[in-house]
């Protein structure tokens, strides 16, 4: 699979006025957004809690996790964000991608607007 990246503006929804931009690497493996926490400190968004993640080496690792408006492609959706290291690169989850009805087309590995949002799980063919 190729890499697929995306410019996302995180906004802390208390005071959306003031925003960070960076280019986010698209990763449908992953849950949550990834936020540098330094980012995420100067928007004001403070951690609301921590939580359990796997890292794709099995590895688990417990973050400072927090909420955040996450706006790319047009669409803004209110998502988990967790407080990265400071010089993390920035991840986009999956489950900002479908809220809003995108997907990464495997071929282009393109992002690709679906006609519908949607609210079932889909058979992939296997």
């Known amino acids: 699979m190729g890499v697929t990246q995306v410019t996302v503006a995180v906004r802390n929804p208390a005071n959306p006025d003031a925003a960070w931009e960076g280019l986010f690497l698209v990763d449908t493996g992953a849950v949550d957004c990834l936020v540098p926490s330094r980012h995420l400190r100067e928007l ?17 690792v417990r973050f400072d996790v927090g909420v955040a408006q996450i706006e790319f492609m047009g669409e ?3 998502a988990t964000v967790i407080f990265g290291a400071d010089d993390a690169e920035p991840i986009l989850g ?8 995108i997907e990464v087309d495997p071929r282009s590995q393109r992002l690709k607007r679906l006609p519908a949002v949607r609210l079932k799980r889909v058979n992939q063919v296997r």
């Open 76 to 78: 803004v959706v209110g």
């Open 44 to 60: 004001g968004i403070e951690p609301r809690g921590k939580r359990i993640y796997e890292l794709a080496d099995g590895t688990e």
């Open 94 to 101: 999956v489950t900002a991608l479908e809220s809003v009805g």
